[in-house]
């Protein structure tokens, strides 16, 4: 680019430089001509008053040309009707055609003086006549030079031209270069800015430069380029959190597959006999199915609310008989736990999709119950504040640790393993509460104290 901007910087240079010239020699040229027309309406008056009229004429005119010491120089006298009476440099004069018809002759006629350049094919150069009536009024005096102007003009000024171009020249290369360059090393900057992209942490940073369009488009790309990074490191972290996720998904549907395979093969192989613990052997392989389930069921779960689907329906739910079929559905827990549950629940309406509401009660609940004592309680509450929904699931559980109270949230984190499992738990459970709470913009808090039980406090927006 830097070499494209200096060639054409010279090429307009030169041009410039042609064209200048171009003016400057026609005016030149324009200038010298009038001035050698008045010189030589000067030199005829001067003849015309030196001429005696009532003497011959051709001797006077070879001696007038003498004197001017320029062969150049040629003298006409024409009497009015155009005849040629003498003529400095044709002897046979009285021989010349009329001259009537001629440009400056005509002009002379007219107006008393004329101006004629023609080109003389006997000395092939251009010649410059002016023609003036004399003094008494009855002849035409005419005095012609050979006109070759620029010839003479660019013989003495083109070594001048020469140079000054030359210099001119030279200093615009300078000049060019220095330009270029200036053009060319806030552009090369951006691009080494550009290639920070791959770097871990970045900093990206573009000095001003003389340029405002250049700064201006150094300041957009600066922005384009940080937004671009965090685009990228943000689909970086999703990669790895898509693939983390895959392989704790692949590595918890392991787990029951490799058991459910135990326990067909023992039953397949005939190792069990006894009828009661055939029963047990397909009782454990339903519980792991139903997990299997749960799982399968949780992970669609997530992968649908993370794809914000298109086909979520939304509607008026009406929420009150949606938490008590939720309450409803888990009563065989609650009574399996020995756990009691209270509901109170206002009679509120929520723009939402019921399914997303349904597994959000269902969790939480499910959760409270699970992680409950035997011979503890669950306290649901649904209010509503300023077009907002509060839902509080309050249970007198074991609770959770200090550290791991940012981590229930996480996929797959909890905190008893064992224990989860033995509920059908698959770790999802919260990542999902915490997926639909952020579909509709709302917010979670968890408040648990070990031993003594877990409050969270959902808030949503109602539109
Ligand atoms: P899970 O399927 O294991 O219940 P969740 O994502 O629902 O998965 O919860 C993550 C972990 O958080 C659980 O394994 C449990 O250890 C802890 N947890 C969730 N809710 C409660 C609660 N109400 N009381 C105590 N611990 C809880």
Known sequence: MKKAIYQKFIIILILALVLCGSIFGASISNVIRDRTRDDMLYILRVVDHTIQYNEEFNPQLIELKDLTNSKRIRFTILDLDGNVLADSDVK?????????????????????????????DTINVPLLYVAHISSNGNYILRISIPYSVMKDFMGAFLPTAFIS????????????????????????????EMRKLKEENPEFNFPKCQYDEINTIADTTMQMAKSVKEYMD????????????FANA????????????????L?????????????DFFSRIKKETDNMTNLINDILMISRL?????????????????VKEVCDSLEPLAKECLVSMELNCRPLVMHANTQQLRELFNNLITNAIKYNKPGGKVDIVVTS?????????EDTGVGIPEDAKQRVFERFYRVDKGRSKKMGGTGLGLSIVKHVVNYYNGSITLESKLSVGTKITVRLPMK
């Open 92 to 120: 046979n004069y009285t021989a010349m055609e009329n001259h009537s018809s001629r440009e400056e002759v005509k002009e002379a006629m007219q107006d008393g003086t004329g101006v004629a350049m023609r080109y003389s």
């Open 165 to 192: 171009i030359g210099v001119a020249l030279v200093v615009s290369a300078f000049l060019a270069n220095g330009f270029s360059k200036s053009i060319t090393k806030p552009l090369n900057e951006i691009a080494g």
């Open 234 to 245: 943000q689909i970086e972290f999703e990669k790895m959190v898509r693939q983390e996720f």
């Open 250 to 265: 692949s590595h918890e549907l392991k787990t029951p597959i490799t058991s459910i395979k135990g326990y067909t093969e």
């Open 267 to 279: 039953l397949e192989n005939g190792m069990v006999r006894d009828d009661t613990m055939k029963k």
């Open 306 to 322: 993370e794809t914000k689907e298109a086909e979520v329906v939304i509607s008026e739910v009406r929420i009150s008989p949606l």
């Open 385 to 393: 504040e300023q077009n907002e929904i509060i839902i509080t699931v």
